[in-house]
């Protein structure tokens, strides 16, 4: 699977290591099913300073793509108007819709099988395409048909042309999968940095060139493609259509399917409520507000997931490890979460403003109410790593099915009485009440030594008295806006960091998340101290 060319039959299922084989080796090798070498994680890091080594490492990635992708929307958001933005935004739900029943958690089987073998990646890949295929086709198939029911004729050409994304996507080598499977965590930097400036590029182009929403279709098709092509550069993959292994995969994939079906779902519900009560530059402004939240929300605490995942996967059958890195998960999220979407409420006008323009700052109160939401649904998504190294993926879907099925009920009702903005904070008020839910049986599950209090104490208490230093500020520090945003989140980020640091010294020093990122920038100071010395 990692030979120097596409589009050929494997010959065998040898192992896989880190360096690639020669064509005439892999001819040579007889078939076999061995696995897949894996990078052990070493028996003297603890699991806790693993996971806040490996979460630093994926947040500078994320930060430095989410830069770029900032980039692309500041200077597409001025060419292009909300109305071009509210188009493309509902043709990319009613996709997300369909993409639905393709999501079964295949990328996970590649990172948690400790026996992965060759065939048994060629039959999850296969198992993608298939199931890629058949959305793509009905997306095209329906697209009429769901311009009508959104009442946005608009809609048709763009979402036929949006429904070759999945196959595109399907056909791409699972580089990255592999690439954190064997906690490269460099290699697939660099893959996502490059994909990522492939995608600006065509964004930025398109819109100078078209000037219309059609910049934005064209910008996701061709940012696929050359995700197509840096995912075959970065990990050649050889194409193998087969199923041999689907038994194996079916139940995994089963429930996970569900889970993933509830994860959409409950992600668009609001959105999907939205749309009706809303006109295309309208609803604009409320999607652009909701991809703010995944970029300075979800993205970023979601990456915790990455470096998680792998590591937990190994401690399946040690109770105790669990536990803590657990217990130490719970505190790093409640940290991280807190802080970027109360920092979010703080600074939204200011960064609406700043980052798309004036046309943008109707935006402000959707952002304000969606960002609380973002953070608990990022801290969901994180927890679906335990669910899985604990071998609970029922239980995972049963969650995220609740959580659907009270978001659809309350959105619903929330925007037949009262209107759009009661929809967004209904979604955040639902979002918080049942992933506390699901923390704590997350706890009772794993043994771990915490609280739902003492873990989100402090990271709310000192979010509270953030918010309220910035908005106690003057709207306009500086001349610039750029300034005046900066700085209002430089006092934010000072309020935060010492006031968290006071009540941890407070309380006694807990262990949680404080007490991981200390002990983390602790062994990073040793280290530079060593390496000074040696000089």
Aim: glycine residues 8%; positive net charge.
């Amino acid at each position: 699977m990692t030979a120097q060319g596409e589009g050929r039959a494997v010959a065998s299922d040898k192992p896989i290591s880190d360096t690639q084989t020669s064509d005439t080796e892999a001819s040579n090798t007889p078939p076999s099913d061995a696995p897949l070498s894996t990078p052990q994680a070493e028996d003297k890091t603890s699991y806790g300073m693993s996971v806040a080594k490996g979460t630093a490492y994926a947040v500078v990635m994320r930060l430095s793509i989410r830069l770029m992708g900032l980039v692309s929307l500041s200077v597409t958001s001025r060419i292009l108007s909300p109305e071009d933005f509210g188009v493309v935004a509902t043709a990319t739900i009613a996709l997300g819709i369909f993409t639905i029943f393709r999501e079964t958690g295949l990328s996970e089987i590649l990172v948690r099988t400790p026996d992965l073998t060759d065939s048994k990646a060629a039959s999850v890949w296969t198992l993608r395409l298939i199931l890629s295929i058949g959305v793509s086709l009905a997306a095209m198939a329906l697209a009429v048909p769901v311009s009508w029911l959104l009442g946005e004729p608009r809609v048709a050409p763009v979402l036929f042309y949006l429904a070759f994304v999945p196959t595109l996507e399907a056909l791409a080598s699972p580089a990255s999968a592999f690439l954190i499977r064997s906690f490269r965590f460099g290699k697939d930097f660099v893959l996502k940095i490059s994909q990522k400036s492939v995608q600006v590029i065509a964004a930025i182009t398109a819109a100078l060139t078209i000037g219309n929403y059609w910049a934005l279709v064209v910008a996701m098709l061709a940012g696929t493609v050359g995700d197509l092509i840096l995912s075959q550069i970065f990990h050649p993959f050889r194409y193998r259509l087969t199923l041999s292994h689907f038994g194996e995969i079916r139940g995994f994939a089963f429930w996970t399917f569900w889970r993933n079906l509830s994860i959409n779902l409950s992600g668009r519900i609001d959105s999907l409520v939205v749309r009706p009560l809303l006109n295309s530059s309208i609803f604009g402004l409320y999607h652009v507000a909701r991809e703010l939240t995944q970029i300075f929300v979800v993205e970023l605490v979601g990456q915790v997931q990455r470096a998680t995942l792998p590591a937990l996967s190994r401690m399946q059958d040690d109770a105790q490890r669990m536990a803590d890195a657990t217990a130490r998960l719970m505190g790093l999220l409640a940290l991280t979460a807190v802080a970027l979407s109360l920092g979010v409420v703080a600074v939204a006008h200011d960064m609406l403003v700043t980052l798309l323009g004036w046309q943008w700052e109707n935006a402000t109160p959707f952002l304000q109410l969606l960002a609380p939401g973002a953070a608990f649904t990022a801290i969901a998504t994180v927890n679906q790593s335990l669910f899985i190294a604990l071998d609970r993926q029922k239980l995972s879907a049963a969650f995220w099915a609740a959580r659907a099925g009270v978001f659809a009920a309350g959105c619903a009702i929330a925007g037949y009485l009262a209107g759009p903005h009661w929809v967004a904070g209904t979604f955040s008020i639902l979002a918080m009440l049942v992933t506390l839910a699901e923390i704590h049986t997350l706890r009772r599950l794993t043994g771990a030594a915490f609280s739902l209090t003492g873990v989100f104490f402090r990271p709310v208490a000192a979010g509270g008295l953030m918010v309220w230093g910035v908005w106690s500020m003057p709207a306009f520090i500086a001349q610039s806006l750029i300034l005046t945003l900066a700085l209002k989140v430089a006092v934010g980020a000072a309020i935060y960091g010492s006031v968290v640091i006071l009540l941890w010294l407070a309380t006694g020093r807990p262990q949680g998340g404080e007490a991981t990122l200390i002990d983390y920038l602790g062994q990073i100071l040793e280290r530079l101290r060593q390496r000074l010395g040696k000089d």
